[in-house]
């Protein structure tokens, strides 16, 4: 399953949002309003959204200024959270945030919507930065 958000516009340069994403602790700020649990544990983090299992993430791959690709903890799930960073202008870059998961088909169907909601509301709020 892959799902992808549109590009956001971010007022910060291509190497600042690089290094505020790097900085897993940022990520609670990003967060939808209905997060339960956020802890950050050395190169990956644990959170839970309100009726959602908690999730690790962990910083599996970065390329500088490029990009960052966090992917499950567990080997239960498979699946990867890439965020692309493009250079716009000298003080701003855009963000799209792209899930591939490898689900069976009647999880993929659970799970498609709030997860397109979820790497929704990210970019949203990177935007916002």
């Not at 544990?41 to 599996?60: A, N, Q, T, Y």
């Not at 855009?94 to 509301?121: C, H, R, W, Y």
């Amino acid at each position: 399953m892959n799902l992808e958000t549109k590009k956001s516009v971010i007022n910060k340069s291509q190497k600042e949002l690089f290094e505020f994403l790097l900085d897993l602790n940022n990520f609670e700020q990003l967060m939808p309003e209905n997060t339960d649990k956020f802890e950050v544990d050395g190169e990956s983090f644990i959170f839970s959204l309100k009726g959602m299992p908690e999730i690790r993430l962990v910083i599996k791959e970065k390329n500088e200024f490029d990009s960052i690709v966090l992917g499950a903890a567990s080997s239960k799930l498979n699946f990867s959270l890439n965020a692309l960073i493009n250079e716009v202008t000298e003080n701003t870059c855009d963000l799209q945030l792209l899930f591939e998961g490898d689900f069976n088909p009647m999880m993929a169907m659970m799970v498609k919507s709030p997860l397109q909601k979820f790497i929704n509301t990210l970019t949203e709020n990177a935007s916002n930065l």
